[in-house]
């Protein structure tokens, strides 16, 4: 079965200062991997996804992924971190055979001023 | 483009009435639409699987008769909570699959559904 892990409930972060939000994944076959956040009371917004190509993955708000094979990591970052950035932040595996989502717990990033 | 809505945003019901919420996919056509629930501080959990044209795939453990799934159009799908119970209180979240040379890529999120049920 599929699944993705997010080790953090929480991380805090100075603002300016870099970010990392962790993921592992658990697939069989190639993976489709997915960043998402949500903001309090919202849905979820689309960040990033990997597919194929490129390790590195850059999507909205100045975020990216690093798709790393080997450690099944697929670890979302950000060079400087805003106080906007505060939200929930969830990681997501796509299963094919059941055409569906499986989602990690969520982290919660706190960006301190 | 990939937009996504819902509605209501916010209901607020007695107990034992029915309360429908609808999603619509915006600016694309979705054959398969999503509907999470996600209860404060957790993850989203899978409640159901809509297809358009056809009986919705429910995970194990959700009611069918209980939350009704409707996909009537590539574009609208409705979930009511049929008899709503204190306990049927979340945040109900859907989502549409983006299709992209035939397979279902992207997930899009509608903004939420907050219910509660008195």
């Known amino acids: 079965a599929q699944s993705v892990a997010q080790p953090e409930d929480q991380v805090n972060v100075a603002e300016g200062n870099p970010l990392t939000v962790k993921c592992t994944y658990s697939?069989?076959?190639?993976?489709?991997l997915f960043w998402y956040v949500q903001y309090p009371n919202r849905g979820l917004q689309f960040l990033l996804k990997?597919?194929?190509?490129?390790?590195l993955v850059k999507g909205s708000y100045g975020f990216e992924a690093e798709f790393n094979k080997s450690q099944t990591s697929f670890h979302l970052k950000k060079p400087s971190a805003l106080v906007s950035d505060s939200a929930l932040y969830f990681c997501?595996?796509?299963?094919?055979?059941?055409?569906?989502?499986?989602f990690g717990s969520g982290t919660k990033l706190n960006v301190k001023p | 483009g990939a937009v996504v809505s819902q509605h209501p945003s916010r209901v607020i019901c007695k107990s034992g009435t029915s309360v429908k919420i609808e999603c619509r996919s915006l600016d694309f056509q979705a054959t398969t639409m999503f509907w999470y629930r996600q209860f404060p501080k957790q993850s989203l959990m899978l409640m159901a699987t809509s297809n358009e044209g056809s009986k919705a795939t429910y995970e194990q453990g959700v009611e069918k008769d209980k939350f009704l799934i409707n996909h009537a159009s590539l574009t609208l799908s409705t979930l009511t909570v049929t008899s709503a119970h204190p306990e049927d209180s979340s945040f109900y979240i859907c989502?549409?699959?983006?299709?992209?040379?035939?397979?279902?890529?992207?997930?899009?999120f509608g903004p939420g559904t907050r219910l509660l049920v008195l």
């Open positions: 990997y597919i194929t190509g490129d390790n």
């Open positions: 697939v069989s076959g190639n993976p489709y």
């Open positions: 997501a595996v796509r299963d094919f055979d059941f055409n569906k989502f499986y």
């Open positions: 989502s549409a699959s983006l299709l992209v040379a035939g397979v279902q890529e992207t997930q899009y």
